[in-house]
């Protein structure tokens, strides 16, 4: 059945260099602390070889809008088509994602939370996730398109996101102020996967036509646009099972 891909990744790191007994967290400009679980990095040298492979056989990198045009306009899509994500924006996706996206002429949708972009340029750091600055966001405009993670919603506490305890005046006012930030618009990404029936029909009421869990799957006419699938491609994947994740029926 004809349908698309769409591949989450978050930071990439060097294999020789990355030691997550080192590692120290996110770092935001939103007073908020966390920590990525190991499984949410890969390997640049495996990136590199997903990124040929999907040049090699023909794949096609989609926009948000031909998402949109697939589910509300009866657009059809090409056989190999994938969307590539990269949720929270950190360094490692300018300096080591974007120039290898950029060689392939290959499309990519940053996922960005508002209050964790710097106004100002940060040093990278060896032990910590860093976030990008809004220049530098700008800096990578001719690849990647920006859509919503929320202005400050990204955040958890006692085990439960802030998605599953939001009221609903809250959530609108964080998803709009957000929206006005980012450069694609009516696309909404959740916060660690997590999501209600209510953050749903909320999302319906104020026009947003797609959402994107982190459950894995191919996405067909027959997805819901409100719960698209995406296969993060983890820590431990080499090609063989990046290949396998395009190959779903």
């Known amino acids: ?11 990439i790191v060097h294999k020789q260099d990355f030691d997550y007994n080192e590692y120290k967290g996110i770092k935001v400009q939103q007073d908020y602390q966390d920590v990525l679980p190991p499984v949410l990095f890969a390997y640049l040298e495996e990136f590199e070889k997903q990124i040929k492979y999907l040049f090699d056989e023909g794949y096609v990198t989609l926009t948000l809008k031909d998402v949109i045009d697939f589910y509300y306009n009866d657009k059809n899509l090409l056989e190999k088509s994938v969307l590539l994500t990269f949720d ?7 300096t080591r994602v974007y120039p290898i996206l950029k060689k392939y002429n290959f499309h990519a949708i940053g996922f960005v939370v508002k209050d964790w972009i710097f106004d100002e340029k940060q040093d990278n750091s060896k032990t910590k996730s860093v976030c990008l600055s809004k220049e530098e966001l700008e800096q990578m ?10 202005k400050s919603l990204h955040t958890r506490m006692d085990g439960r996101a802030a998605l599953e305890t939001i009221d609903k005046i809250s959530f609108l006012k964080d998803l709009r102020s957000c929206e006005e930030f980012v450069s694609t618009k009516n696309a909404f990404a959740y916060p660690f996967g997590v ?6 029909d909320w999302l319906k009421e104020e026009g947003f036509m797609l959402a994107f869990t982190s459950e894995e799957g191919k996405n067909t006419k027959e997805t819901n646009p409100y719960k698209l699938h995406r296969d993060g491609i983890l820590l431990n994947y080499n090609l063989e099972k990046f290949k396998s994740i ?3 029926n």
């Open 246 to 248: 395009l190959n779903y």
């Open 88 to 94: 929270d924006m950190y360094k490692s996706i300018l």
């Open 1 to 11: 059945m004809l349908g698309f891909n769409v591949l989450m990744y978050h930071e």
């Open 141 to 150: 405009r001719d690849v990647f398109e920006y859509a919503n993670h929320t």
């Open 195 to 200: 999501y209600t029936d209510e953050n749903i």
